[in-house]
């Protein structure tokens, strides 16, 4: 596996890039882009749940500094956003800045994307949309998921997180944890919800275990033959094997009827050693108490196959309606956003990384710095948009309640996998 150089190590710091100048007028306010800002309301659509408040606070302040509302609009947990999207495009709504996730959001609504590749924020990060030579996506941060641990609980059972690089260093980690989850105060080892509903984090980040795990960053061999509609036999058996483990060590409550609000509630609690999750989980479990030291242990899905390394990279883009009354202002929002003042508030009130190179602050909650650390140190990382190269509503609709029915015991192991060869199937038709 090959390390990410200059792709991640150059995110770690956010302090300032400074925003792009501005003089005000009689006409409105004109930015070194060449654009100028008039009045009225610009709507921001996103996609989580922690952006919304800060990232209101900011675009009050900058409205009021415009004289421009900004109104931000956020669909998350089980609200969808794709339907979201689709619905306010029908009612002649569109926002004027949204959110894409990769390749799929943007084959969704291409035809309404701006090319931003004169914006100056855009030589400031290696994390910029690309796609047939135009940048389309200025980067929301840098995030990071898998498991998530409490180091507190690792430390009284002896058991070191560097060393879980393989399906069998997992096992035997559980099985030690396991026969003290009484003594340790736990409801189970692994929390992980996959009730209806909660499809994401198994359709969505367990997905891009079978697809990404072991492979280079730019390494898209098993999602090829995932759109061609084949399967890696040998791959998909070990994932199997590691899907049924992780199963095997949550409780039922948590597995099949809690939310995700429920998990990172409970991992913050101090009830579960794991907690299959990423970065942006800070907040819920700091509001649970969970003020123990965190990291995030290698993700380990292909057996006895080696593997050591994390789920890092930008997981969304803000995009820019090209037909919007008001796209002189997104620009300069998005401007502004990547400035000083934008990136501190995603650094200090969200806990995010940023994707700016000339950022210098990280941050000091422990997922997100220690995913920095990592990063920092040379650390492997997978593919953070694979799964997102499928076509729309397939990881979800498709694959989340084959995840389901595994957890809920309705379906046996080589089961799932006969369910997921069919789906996967379906993409070659």
């Known amino acids: 596996m090959k390390k990410l150089v200059k792709l991640l190590v150059a995110s770690l710091v956010c302090m300032s890039l400074v925003a792009c100048g501005s003089k005000t007028t009689d006409e409105g306010t ?23 408040d800060p990232l209101q606070r900011f675009a009050d302040k900058w409205g009021e500094e415009n004289g421009v509302t900004v109104e931000v609009k956020t669909c998350t947990g089980t609200c969808d956003y794709g339907a979201g999207m689709k ?48 940048v389309y996506g200025m980067p929301v941060a840098v995030e990071g998921y898998g498991l998530a641990y409490n180091k507190d609980i690792l430390d009284a059972v002896g058991v070191d997180p560097t060393t879980l690089t393989t399906l069998s260093a997992y096992k035997d980690a559980f099985e030690k944890i396991d026969a003290k989850k009484d003594e340790l105060g736990l409801t189970a080892v692994v929390a992980l919800p996959t009730a209806d509903g909660m499809y994401w984090i198994m359709g969505n980040h367990d997905f891009a275990a079978y697809l990404s795990s072991g492979l280079d960053y730019y390494d898209t061999t098993v999602i090829d033959m995932t759109l061609k509609g084949e399967v890696d036999a040998d791959r998909l058996a070990t994932y199997a094997d590691w899907v049924e483990l992780l199963y095997q060590y949550t409780d039922e409550k948590m597995l099949i009827s809690s939310t995700n609000d429920d998990q990172m509630y409970q991992f913050g609690a101090g009830k579960y050693a794991f907690m299959h999750q990423g970065t942006w989980a800070e907040q819920p479990v700091a509001e649970a108490g969970g003020e123990f030291a965190m990291g995030f242990a290698p993700y380990a899905p292909l057996g006895d196959v080696e593997t050591n390394g994390l789920f890092a990279g930008a997981p969304s883009w803000y995009c820019v309606n090209k037909d919007s009354a008001n796209l002189d202002v997104a620009k300069k929002f998005l401007v502004d956003l990547a400035g000083e003042e934008g990136q501190k508030m995603y650094v200090e009130e969200i806990n995010l990384i940023s994707a700016f190179k000339t950022c210098k602050t990280k941050p000091t909650t422990p997922l997100a710095g220690a995913l920095s650390d990592w990063i920092e140190a040379g650390g492997t990382a997978y593919s953070f948009t694979n799964q997102y190269k499928t076509p729309d509503g397939f990881n979800m609709n498709q694959l989340g309640p084959i995840y389901n029915q595994f957890a809920s015991g309705s379906i046996d192991k080589q089961q799932f996998i006969d369910l997921f060869t069919a789906a996967i199937a379906t993409l070659g038709k």
């Open 87 to 134: 619905s306010d495009m029908a009612a002649g709504e569109t926002p004027d800045i949204f959110i894409i996730e990769g390749d799929t959001g943007y084959e969704l609504y291409k035809n309404i994307m701006e090319p931003l590749d004169d914006q100056s924020w855009v030589a400031d990060t290696d994390y910029a949309y690309e796609k047939d030579g135009h």
């Open 30 to 52: 004109t930015t070194d882009e060449g654009t100028t800002t008039t009045g009225g309301t610009l709507v921001v659509y996103q996609n989580k749940s922690e952006v919304t």
